[in-house]
């Protein structure tokens, strides 16, 4: 009798575990998702994994730098999170900071030395895509390679013609990207401005080769 009250007890005991657990981690996600960072700190002390993801499976470091939430960040970094770990489709924080042009998010990774040369998009690629004028400044000045590649071989410049934002070009530009490098399609940032008849754009590239020559 007293083995079957020992079990049970301890089998009440379990499930009580597993439903405070259960809480625990729903409440560190909507601290996360709704920028408390005080509660995001406690639950941390209370042994919330910090690389824990949300049950869409993104990591929360990934949601609150998309929010550009800075203190959660801060926490959740201090924590432990890994500041490089990759999403289901291989985003890193610091892209989806760059990507919504959140600057201080970005400024603060990569004081924190989140990667951003690598093989694939990386975070200069995702804020050209938008246009993030500041965050390109910020990792032009950390050294992000100007010409990087996506998989299909497009460069920043080529995602800013695509957006049409001409002073991203021009940055770009600036910085020296090459106007003339081909994706996998034989397009180049030259081309796609032409097809897209932005004739700003077009004459600001031209100008640029040009001055090459």
Request: hydrophobic residues 45%; proline residues 5%.
């Amino acid at each position: 009798m007293r083995l079957l009250a020992h079990l049970a007890a301890f089998g009440l005991l379990a499930l009580a575990a597993g439903t405070a657990s259960a809480a625990a981690y729903e409440d560190f996600i909507q601290a996360v998702k709704n920028n408390r960072p005080g509660e995001v700190v406690a639950l941390l002390k209370r042994g919330m994994d910090p690389n824990t993801v949300d049950p869409k499976g993104q990591p929360v470091l990934h949601i609150c730098a998309f929010e550009g939430d800075l203190d959660v960040v801060k926490a959740l970094v201090a924590a432990g999170a890994d500041i490089d770990k990759r999403n289901a489709v291989k985003e890193t924080p610091i892209m989806l900071a760059a990507l919504q042009g959140h600057v201080k998010v970005v400024d603060f990774l990569l004081s924190k030395e989140a990667q951003i040369n690598h093989p694939g998009w990386t975070p200069l690629l995702y804020a050209a895509t938008n246009g993030r004028n500041d965050v390109i400044k910020i990792l032009i000045e950390n050294h992000a390679y100007i010409d990087s590649s996506s998989p299909n071989g497009t460069t920043p410049l080529m995602m800013a013609v695509r957006g049409g934002f001409r002073e991203t070009v021009q940055l770009l530009l600036d910085e020296d990207a090459d106007p003339l490098i081909k994706n996998e399609a034989g397009d180049t940032a030259l081309s796609w401005a032409e097809i897209a008849k932005q004739t700003d754009i077009v004459q600001t590239i031209r100008a640029k080769i040009n001055s090459k020559k």
